[in-house]
């Protein structure tokens, strides 16, 4: 079962021809008769595989071709090459079998009946997916006492806030006992307590039920709390698909060094520092800095041998930093060529 | 027959979801409830206006005009009730380009997006056209009999078949065409010349038009037929034929278009 | 330009209007973008005209005789053409929807913020559809007025010509400003969509565009006398149809007048103390 391959994709594809509006009052005449488009390679050679069980994070900027990837797994979306099973089934057949097996939440787009309690919505669902009656009420119990809402599936929907209304979303998604759970932003808009509420419900859904888990998101955050495995996409283009560690190592091309040095006088001076180091803080006896990986060695032997420190730990930078890097230098050509004056420490000659 | 009686316990709790939905907004439902009656006052007082100047139009006298229009707003109203709150939504998710939920559910695509949502509202109009048949039969002094009564039945379900899937086509052809028409303008202009008699299209220009509204795209029929069983007495086989066949073909084109359509919009090359 | 006589005042007066203008065109070419079936929109706007025509014709042919109420069957269908036209510039579709939604979301607030004035914004807004809109329903109107040629009367005298003109462009003000003090209700009533449902059923009738007014029961007329709405689309087909005499359409064109500035009048008091209100209650 845990070796299983729930979704397995080679060389995904998707074109779209995208409608060019011009601006001003002419142009909108001439539109009037004749348009142009122009195409946009949202995904482009997108391959990877997710066995069951796993929890995988697909990481990107906005536009990146996320949702479109997402879509194209749901069986929304035919791609325009490439080929794809999700579950043993081709998703754009849309076999009935498949769609009983998964559920897609999509962060801000509500599904569930707005003037109604949650409950009517989840009754639905249990038609709509035929749930026996008696999973049904065991199923929601679990659902509502891990989430911690149990009343709350009695108001209506427009009554509850974001977060709560994220929660029922969630109990809509899980209600038939999906194979596989695809979310598209699921934390998009929430504030930090609910952020965490929510992964902390997808987490324990995983390891209940066993539940595959993709979850797209511009959020690292989401990612780094609940992901054993990664995958980046930029423009289109898968970029890293690993471990989070793999990303630090791949693509961490600096190291932050915490000094603590015996006293403030025995302290060397911001000036100190020269090339390609740079200073993050500089509080006598404390001092931090970004040192490029490979030099870091070189830099520690060179102190120790002039100067009496009391700590010295070597960490890696933060992870929402390390995906900027890797984003702004896989960025398309055309971009990545321009001069970048604001991030000295972007390394320009990659 | 597992698959129909699926749908039905599918379609009863969406009704009741509708129902429970509707509760909660009884103001609401008592206002637009009245503002149908207001309209449907302002047609009978029309031809109460009419049939002070003239004794009968195109052979119809005012009562059996009367079964005409009362007959118009049970379909309309059937319409309105259960298909035009689908197709305004579906309208809607079309421009949003929100129509990912509902295409993921294990249930076909047609029924979702064109029946589960119901405006209890509308259903008023069928107590009012109801209510204008019986009293306008109990002025003529028609007592119909069972076969009369199946006939129009019958003629009632093509009718509604009918414009069901001359509807739920243009609702989803909003994927193709931008539309600054609402689906309740372009609903209006498909029921326009239903209600009125046949007879009426006399003349050069509105002869051609009454043969294409009877074989082509048969409004004409489709209302008028179950209308002239209870106003006229006359069971017209030819007329609930073509009614029939109407509706069928209808029906089979907006699945053919339904399915094409959605296939197109999730890019699948043809 | 030459002399600094009043140095600002024309510049701010032009700025003004170009910012009029903008709105204009931004709502011409939001207009076009709309554009697979604006032309099959503007001609199915006359299908009704043709089962008028042929409900009509069953009638006088029913009723045997050749005139109704003083109307001779091609009475009735120019009427019902000039009432078209009357509502081509008297309707307004989704104004009063669209201030009542403004309100109640609160997005009616930037106009407390920026320097436009609600009612000048929606007008402008409202003239650049209406134009976009004859422009295009130009080309099908003509087809029509030609192809229904034998029922219309004679062309006018330029005389009753400009007060045909001036009774449209009345009936456009009469419209615009009738429809925004029925949208402004929605300051003190959250939901008036009933209420303006209803207007279009009462508007319908009274206006005339359901049934000439004369053949109307003569308690009924009597009320559609007193009541703005004739002005909408009956008024301005009677001037068309030139059945009255020029002193008539005079003294109508008065009161039309006189019912546009009350009506102007009314939607400004209600802005203000809808403002007013909003304000104190925070929106």
């Known amino acids: 079962m845990r070796d299983e391959t729930v979704i397995d994709a080679e060389g995904l594809t998707r074109h779209f021809k995208v409608y060019r509006k011009r601006a001003g009052f002419w142009a909108a005449v001439r539109g009037l008769f004749r348009r142009e488009y122009r195409l946009v390679r949202a995904v482009d050679g997108v391959s990877f595989q997710v066995r069951a069980g796993e929890i995988v994070g697909f990481l990107g900027p906005n536009g990146a071709g996320k949702t479109t990837t997402l879509k194209m797994l749901a069986g929304l979306l035919y791609p325009t090459a490439g080929r794809a099973t999700v579950l043993g089934f081709v998703p754009w057949e849309r076999h009935n079998a498949f769609r009983r097996q998964f559920a897609l939440v999509m962060g801000q787009r509500n599904q569930l009946w707005w003037d109604l309690p949650a409950i009517e919505s989840f009754q639905l669902h249990r038609e709509l997916y035929e749930i026996p009656p008696g999973d049904f009420q065991q199923r929601l119990r679990e659902l509502t006492e891990a989430l911690q809402v149990g009343k709350l599936i009695h108001q209506p929907v427009r009554e509850l806030s974001l977060g709560e209304r994220m929660k029922m979303e969630l109990i809509g998604a899980f209600l038939h006992a999906p194979r596989l759970v695809l979310l598209d932003e699921p934390t998009l808009g929430l504030d930090v307590v609910a952020q965490a509420a929510i992964l902390d419900c997808l987490r324990q859904f995983n390891r209940r039920y066993g539940t595959t888990i993709l979850l797209t998101s511009h959020y690292m955050r989401d990612v780094e709390e609940l992901c054993q495995r990664i995958i980046v996409i930029n423009a289109g283009r898968i970029v890293y698909d690993g471990g989070l560690q793999g990303v630090v190592e791949r693509f961490g091309r600096h190291k932050v060094l915490r000094l603590q040095f015996h006293t403030a006088a025995g302290t060397p001076g911001p000036e100190t520092w020269n090339g390609s180091i740079e200073v993050l803080e500089h509080r006598p006896p404390l001092v931090k800095l970004r040192v490029e990986r490979d030099q870091v060695s070189r830099l520690l032997q060179g102190l120790l041998a002039h100067w009496q420190l009391d700590d010295i730990s070597v960490e890696d930078p933060p992870l929402e930093e390390i995906i900027t890097d890797v984003f702004t230098t896989t960025a398309p050509p055309t971009e990545s060529r321009e001069p970048q004056t604001v991030r000295p420490a972007a390394d320009g000659g990659h | ?270 | ?283």
């Open chain 3, 1 to 283: 330009m030459s002399a600094p006589i009043a140095p600002g005042s024309s510049r701010r007066r032009l700025s003004r209007w170009s910012k009029y203008r903008a709105v204009l065109v931004t709502a011409i070419s939001e207009r076009f973008v709309y554009r697979t079936d604006f032309f099959i929109a503007t001609l199915l706007r006359f299908a009704p005209i043709a089962t008028t025509i042929l409900l009509w014709q069953a009638v006088f042919a029913g009723s045997g005789r050749s005139e109704l109420a003083g109307y001779r069957f091609e009475d009735v269908v120019a009427y019902y053409l000039f009432t078209t036209l009357g509502r081509a510039f008297s309707s307004m579709p989704g104004l009063a929807m669209g201030i009542a939604r403004e309100i109640r979301e609160g997005t009616i607030r930037r106009f407390l913020l920026q320097p436009i004035d609600l009612l000048g914004y929606l007008l402008a807004c409202r003239v650049a559809h209406k134009l976009v809109y004859y422009l295009i329903a130009a080309v099908p109107f003509v087809v029509l007025f030609t192809l229904c040629g034998s029922y219309l009367p004679g062309w006018p005298t330029p005389g009753r010509f400009a007060c045909g003109i001036a009774a449209l462009v009345l009936a456009f003000l009469l419209g615009f400003y009738l429809e925004a003090s029925l949208g402004m209700l929605a300051f003190w009533f959250l939901e008036i969509s009933g209420v303006l449902y209803i207007m279009m059923g009462v508007n319908y009738f009274f206006s005339g565009h359901m049934i000439p007014l004369e053949l109307l029961p003569s308690a009924v007329r009597a009320v559609a006398w007193a009541l703005p709405f004739q002005y909408l689309a009956y008024f301005p087909a009677t001037v068309w149809l030139q059945k009255t005499s020029m002193e008539t359409v005079l003294a109508g064109l008065l009161v039309q007048a006189a019912w546009v500035a009350a009506m102007i009048c009314l939607s400004r008091i209600l802005l203000r103390r809808g403002l007013r209100r909003y304000t104190a209650f925070g929106g």
């Open chain 2, 1 to 270: 027959m597992r698959t129909l009686r699926r749908y039905a316990k599918l379609y009863l709790a969406f009704v009741r979801c509708t129902l429970a939905r509707e509760l909660s907004f009884r103001g609401n439902f008592l206002m637009r409830a009245a503002v149908e009656f207001l309209w449907f006052c302002l047609l009978v007082l029309f031809y109460d206006i009419i049939y002070g100047q003239t004794a009968h139009v195109g052979g119809w006298t005012q009562f059996q005009y009367m079964v005409l229009i009362g007959t118009f707003f049970l379909v309309t109203g059937l319409i309105d009730t259960l298909v035009m709150p689908n197709c305004a939504e579906l309208a809607e998710q079309v421009r949003t380009g929100n129509l990912d939920h509902a295409l993921v559910k294990p249930v076909d695509e047609q029924f979702i997006l064109t029946l589960p949502r119901l405006d209890w509202a509308n259903a008023s109009n069928l107590l009012y056209g109801g209510g204008m048949v019986a009293y306008s039969l109990f002025r003529l002094e028609h007592w119909p009999t069972a076969a009369e009564v199946a006939a129009y039945c019958w003629g009632i379900f093509c009718a509604f078949v009918f414009f069901y899937s001359v509807l739920s086509m243009l609702a989803i052809s909003a994927v193709y065409l931008v539309r600054n028409q609402s689906i309740w303008e372009q609903w209006f202009y498909v029921n326009l010349f239903a209600r009125y008699p046949p007879e009426i299209f006399t003349g050069t220009w509105a002869k051609p038009l009454r043969t294409v509204l009877t074989y082509v795209f048969p409004v004409l029929v489709v209302v008028s037929v179950p209308a002239r069983v209870l106003a006229h007495r006359v069971i017209s086989v030819q007329g609930l034929l073509i009614a029939t066949v109407a509706a069928g073909a209808a029906f089979a084109l907006s699945r053919f278009v339904f399915r094409r359509v959605l296939l197109a919009y999730r890019g699948a090359s043809a």
